[in-house]
């Protein structure tokens, strides 16, 4: 069993600033390939190192399966990590340093020959074994240091940004090399990343940090499609979800002063307003008017290749759609646009948080791990 399992984890590094990692109890599934996603500075890393035992947390505990590791050197911890940027040695070889974790074992030669092959043909390096790294491409050297940390077999892989220093060609590539070697190895990974897209395309699941805490933890569809924040919907998803404030009128509620339902539950919950998120993707424009749906005037239209990006101004509010590129969306022509009642995620002003309850799935501040997707 490799589950990692967090608990009540808080890391500071300075007596008087706010903690790196704020209290988080989260467990990663045994075999899971499990992404921490989050702006710079939100303490992925140093949760990630925690984990390593490169970093020790000032409160909680660390457990692989059975063991508690909390107060284990990283080298007792049976856990191999991969860094930002390719850390290779120039003066070995690709062969040699893929076997480096076992040589510094000892192991004999033999097992380092098969591991090295068996390493080495997961990330497809087997014709450039016997080059040096200053004769490797970039993504050649990202994948021998990926390949160094697959070969001594641990039981958790844990990556920073592995793939932060290819070009987006590279990244692309390799990001799907990643995903099928995930599956081969069938090891428990724990990935950081603060590209979202990187996020949902690799992982099983995603937590999704801030400012020290996991504000989120679920199924990429989970995450994208029911944010349990302000923050998640607007974190994940280009462009952003839009965000509409609706308001008690006198004879119902408003958006940009044009009626717009709110489902009852929610009505009877809150004040006077409450946001409501649409992703740019579920919004059905029309060049015609529609009972009903928004008017909306048009003010820039960006082709994405696949798509066109629309940006509209409903009232005072801007709104972002996605339409097909043969939609005829003029600068400053008039659209209606449709909003799926079924597509809308209501948020409370307040506390910025969902109003239906998904809240922190997966994670609990008390530490007994809940499990979700
Ligand atoms: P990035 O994506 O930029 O790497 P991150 O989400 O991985 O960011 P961390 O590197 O874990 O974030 O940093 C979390 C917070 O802790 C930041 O405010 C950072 O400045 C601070 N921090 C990290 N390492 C140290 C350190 N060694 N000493 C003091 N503060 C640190």
Redesign the pocket.
């Known amino acids: 069993m490799s589950d990692i399992r967090l608990t009540g984890i808080t890391k500071r ?2 007596r008087h600033a706010a903690p ?1 990692v704020d209290d988080v109890s989260v467990t990663v599934r045994d075999g899971e390939f499990f992404v921490l996603l ?1 702006p ?8 990630l190192r925690t984990i390593a035992g490169l970093e020790q947390a000032d409160a909680g505990t660390v457990h692989l399966g059975d063991r508690d590791v909390t107060g284990l050197p990283p080298r007792r911890r049976d856990i191999a990590m991969v860094f930002q940027g390719y850390a290779v040695f120039p003066h070995l070889t690709v062969a040699e340093n893929i076997g480096f974790g076992l040589a510094m074992r000892k192991a004999p030669k033999q097992e380092i020959a098969e591991a090295v092959e068996y390493a080495a043909g997961l990330v497809r390096l087997d014709d450039v074994l016997d080059r040096y790294p200053s004769a490797l491409s970039g993504g050649q050297r990202q994948r021998v240091a990926v390949a160094r940390a697959v070969a001594v077999r641990p039981s958790v892989l844990l990556m920073d940004e592995p793939l932060s220093n290819l070009d987006a060609l590279l990244r692309l590539s390799f990001r799907s090399d990643l995903k099928a070697l995930a599956k081969e190895l069938n090891t428990t990974i724990v990935y ?1 990343t ?1 590209d979202q897209v990187e996020a949902l395309s690799l992982g099983d699941r995603v937590a999704v ?1 801030r400012a020290g805490e996991i504000v989120q933890c679920g199924t990429p569809m989970e995450v994208y499609d029911r944010p349990a924040t302000r923050f998640v919907g607007g974190f994940l998803g280009t462009p952003p979800m839009n965000l509409l404030p609706v308001r008690r009128a006198q004879d119902g509620w408003t958006a940009a002063g044009e009626p717009f339902a709110v489902p009852e539950e929610h009505a009877d919950r809150v004040g006077d307003e409450l946001w409501a998120g649409i992703r740019a993707e579920n919004i059905e424009p029309s060049t015609t008017e529609v009972p009903g749906a928004l008017p909306a005037r048009v003010r820039l239209v960006e082709p994405l290749g696949s798509q066109l990006l629309v940006s509209v101004t409903v009232g005072d509010e801007s709104v972002k759609l996605l339409t097909p590129t043969d939609f005829p969306a003029g600068d400053d022509s008039r659209l209606w646009l449709r909003v799926p009642p079924e597509r809308v995620r209501w948020f409370d002003p307040a506390s910025e948080r969902a109003l239906d309850g998904t809240d922190r799935a997966g994670t609990d501040r008390a530490g007994a791990a809940v499990s979700s997707g």
């Open positions: 590094y300075t790196a989050g710079s500075g939100c303490g992925k890393t140093t949760l950081v603060h940090m």
